[in-house]
T-cell receptor
């Protein structure tokens, strides 16, 4: 299995531009999570999906952030318009079920720099 | 409410010495507990988990963790530290009785192993 795939790995953009981050979860996993990691705030859960349905988006910073999961193998996190304070590493993770085997598997992350 | 605390921002040990990274938790039901490791510029990697059974759990790279219900702790240990163990370590918890796959992560502890 290729694991969780994220693209792009690095993104540099200018303030005000739209940014789209992409994630392909592990096949068969029914949970997908988007996290943001910064030195100041650590690891933050932004939103998570179960069976493609958003369950909890309380961690989304503001309306500039949106996430979709149109099917079981693809999710996007969009920032529009982007701001310098959005600069961070964004991780996608996936897991299976709510039983004993639901450890999350993380992608390599997307390092976003907003100038 | 579920919570995890990692009381030490950084732990320093000499190579060859035993190491302990501390974690305490709070959940209303039975805890599912996890340890993850993050190397620089990488995503989080699953190390080990406690679901039920033996209180001492063995995981990857020679790490183990001890579940202590009375002290609500799940400390990560290794008998002999390696310089290559230097990384950021996260403890996470989920309420085993909940119907969500969401994990609550601690703020992370940086482990520095010196030659």
């Amino acid at each position: 299995d290729a694991g969780v795939i994220q693209s792009p790995r690095h993104e540099v953009t200018e303030m005000g531009q739209e940014v789209t981050l992409r994630c392909k979860p592990i096949s068969g996993h029914d949970y997908l999570f988007w996290y943001r990691q910064t030195m100041m705030r650590g690891l933050e859960l932004l939103i998570y999906f179960n069976n493609n349905v958003p369950i909890d988006d309380s961690g989304m910073p503001e309306d500039r952030f949106s996430a979709k999961m149109p099917n079981a193998s693809f999710s996007t996190l969009k920032i529009q318009p982007s701001e310098p304070r959005d600069s961070a590493v964004y991780f996608c993770a996936s897991s299976f079920g709510t039983g004993s085997y639901n450890e999350q598997f993380f992608g390599p992350g997307t390092r976003l720099t907003v100038l | 409410a579920q919570s995890v605390a990692q009381p030490e921002d950084q732990v320093n040990v000499a190579e060859g010495n035993p190491l302990t990274v501390k974690c305490t938790y709070s959940v209303s039901g039975n805890p599912y507990l996890f340890w993850y490791v993050q190397y620089p510029n990488r995503g989080l990697q699953f190390l080990l988990k406690y679901i039920t059974g033996d209180n001492l759990v063995k995981g990857s790279y020679g790490f183990e963790a001890e579940f202590n219900k009375s002290q609500t702790s799940f400390h990560l240990k290794k008998p002999s530290a390696l310089v290559s163990d230097s990384a950021l370590y996260f403890c996470a918890v989920r309420d085993g009785g909940s119907n969500t796959g969401k994990l609550i992560f601690g703020q992370g502890t940086t482990l520095q192993v010196k030659p």
